[in-house]
C-alpha cells in the first residue's frame, strides 16, 4: 500500500554545505527556502501523520534547466526537508529510487513513499 504519491509543484534546489560563522553553523537561506517549499507543497497534498517503520522512497526530480547538477544534492534537499513532516527520522528511509530529468517544460518533485515491507497481521 502506497503511502503517498504526488506532484510536488516546487524548483528543486541542490543542498548546499553548512556555512560556519564565528564557530557556529547554519544552512544557507537558499537551502532553508526550498526545504519550506518542499514541505508546504507535501504537506498540501497530504495531511495525515508521520509515517510509521521503514520506507522506500521514489523521486522523479524535474528540472528545466539543461546545467549539471549533482542529483543528490537535489535528493538531500528533499530527504531533509521531509524529515520531522513525512518521517520521523531519515534513518527510516531505507531504500531510495531516484531519477533527474533535465530540460524539462516544468519543474518539480514526483513523489512516492511505500512501506518497506507488508505488515503481517
Known sequence: MTLF???LDVTPIPKQRARVVNGRAYTPSRTQFAEQDIVTAYLYKHR???HAGDLIVTAVIYVTHR???DSDNLLKTLLDALTGVAWRDDSQVVG????LVRGSDRSGI???IDPAHEETP
Open 67 to 69: 546545467r549539471r547538477v
Open 5 to 7: 504519491a504526488g506532484w
Open 48 to 50: 495525515g501523520e508521520l
Open 110 to 112: 514526483q513523489l512516492r
Open 96 to 99: 531510495i529510487a531516484s531519477r
